[in-house]
């Protein structure tokens, strides 16, 4: 996909050979548009999307050293190559402090002009593989987040695997791994868990029966629900009552 590109300059002449130069490197990058001055690439930019803009420092009504800094103060980001003569090196210093991301000396030779967007060019694709490394690592744990928002917000007797993974519109099996590798635990485990602890409040809180308790944190079979209960605390679920009440 071509980059896209705005040229800056009071002079005729000067975009059309730069953009007759960019034309003939034959670079994956295209000129848009063109202005004669800041203000009016300052307008054009607010209303527009260009990729790079390059723009020479000395130009009437708005230069290219205000630009750069007015630039600066929107909230598109936009990359600067600035252009100025050898005795004015300092102006360009300041561009590179306000914002600017890189310069050319006039005249632009067709050589300079290559290696200056090619790295430009390069440093974008960079960029871009950095987004997308970032997207895909936080892509697991944001998965992660939205199922265990799901089984917060579900009764604990209507949570299953293929539910979980249904709700982030994704394979159990894959569930099952990604939750593993994320929590470092099942997600039987730990909807065990979360059984076992309200289980556990509803003992103590509650006159529940023992089979309703069960079947309230997901248990139809209640020998099975109080050898969990044992597994996981150490004793069955009507000791853990009996022991409470006498504390």
Known sequence: MRKTILLVDDERWVRTALKWSINKLNLPLQVVHECENGLAALDWIKENKVDLIISDIRMPIMDGLSFVKELSQLKKKQDVIVISVHDEFHFVQQALRTGGTDYLLKPVEENELKVCL???????????DLDHKKVDESLPSSTIDRVLQYIEKTPLDQITLKDAAESVH?????????FKQQLNKKFVDYLTELRIEESKRLLLNTTLRMSEIAERVGYADLAYFSNNFKRITGCSPSEFRKSAIRI
């Open 118 to 128: 090619e790295k430009w060019l390069d440093r974008k694709a960079k960029d871009l």
């Open 170 to 178: 994704m394979n159990s099996s894959y569930l099952s791994q990604l």
